[in-house]
């Protein structure tokens, strides 16, 4: 039986380190020897780039970048233009055939704007696999970004962390979230190896977990409970063979830690 496949989250971030960033496309390529692969992307970084180089400024509520339908279009070049394209050049590069897309592909993700403060903000919802189950029944790499539209076809800026616990729900998938950091960090600077619910809520309460980390784990504990499998969060310099294995990053798990296996 195949295994099930690997939605993988990247980091806008990657994109401002070529060097790692060919070395996980490289990583993925032999992942796609024996594994679908599936790479949902953010690219906040970018985002904010473009935004100052045409005079505008955001801010970020709970983690999530308060955009106003007007910011789309700069929101939309960066994410499903830019960053995905980058993205798409560098799985060439490693030898992968790519194909660069955004969460209403295939009508895959439906979304749904939050609140009438966050603008044009959406949460994900799963709704189709077709067009992943062809692309990756071809050997192709899925390259999808965190754009989506409301069912009344308004254009959405989704978190990207969220887009990508929507694509790996969708597909069944094994998910690891790719980022700076080596994996959830404790008050020391120490990563945690693993988490359960209460574990992380302890963290957020105490003020350890904030930010884009706190969008993250809640995207990645939502996962995990909903798969009934561990979710992966890590650096984009180790190898995703290594997460999937737990010898690195974080775990968080679906359920109830036991004493001592934080050690
Ligand atoms: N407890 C924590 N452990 C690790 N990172 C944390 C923690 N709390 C906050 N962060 C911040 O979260 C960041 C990762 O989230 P984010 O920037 O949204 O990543 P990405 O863009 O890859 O999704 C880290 O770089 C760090 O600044
Ligand atoms: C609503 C919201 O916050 N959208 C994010 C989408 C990109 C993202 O999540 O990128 P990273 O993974 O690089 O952080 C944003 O505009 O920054």
């Given amino acids: 039986m195949m295994p099930h496949p690997v939605v993988i989250k990247i980091g806008g971030a990657l994109l401002d380190d070529e060097k790692a960033a060919r070395q996980l496309m490289t990583r993925i390529k032999t992942l796609q ?18 935004m100052t180089g045409m005079g505008l400024t955001s801010e970020k509520v709970d983690g999530l970048r308060v955009t106003p339908d007007a910011h789309m279009p700069v929101v939309c070049g960066a994410l499903a ?71 009344n076809g308004r254009l ?30 404790d008050e020391h600077g120490q990563r945690l190896a693993t988490l359960d619910k209460a574990q992380l809520a302890s963290l957020v309460q105490t003020g350890v977990i904030t930010d884009g980390m706190k969008v993250k784990t809640d995207a990645a504990l939502q996962a995990a409970l909903q798969l009934k499998r561990p979710v992966f969060i890590g650096s984009w310099h180790t190898d995703p063979e290594a997460l999937l294995n737990a010898t690195t990053g974080t775990k968080i798990q679906p359920e109830a830690t036991k004493a001592g296996d934080n050690s």
Avoid: Y
Wanted: proline fraction near 3%.
């Fill in 156 to 185: 959405l800026n989704i978190n990207a962390d969220q887009a990508a616990t929507a694509v790996a729900q969708l597909m069944g998938a094994e998910l690891l979230f790719l980022s700076n950091v080596e994996g959830v960090l």
């Fill in 33 to 50: 020897q024996h594994r679908a692969v599936i790479v949902v992307h953010g690219g906040g970084p970018m985002v904010e780039t473009m």
């Fill in 81 to 151: 233009g830019s960053a995905n394209k980058q993205l798409c050049a560098l799985a060439i590069g490693a030898g992968i055939t790519p194909t660069g897309l955004s969460l209403m592909d295939g009508n895959m993700i439906t979304c749904q704007a939050i609140a009438s403060e966050l603008g044009a903000v959406g949460q994900a919802t799963p709704n189709s696999s077709v067009l992943l189950e062809l692309l990756i029944g071809e050997q192709f790499l899925p390259v999808i970004s965190s754009i989506g539209c409301s069912k």
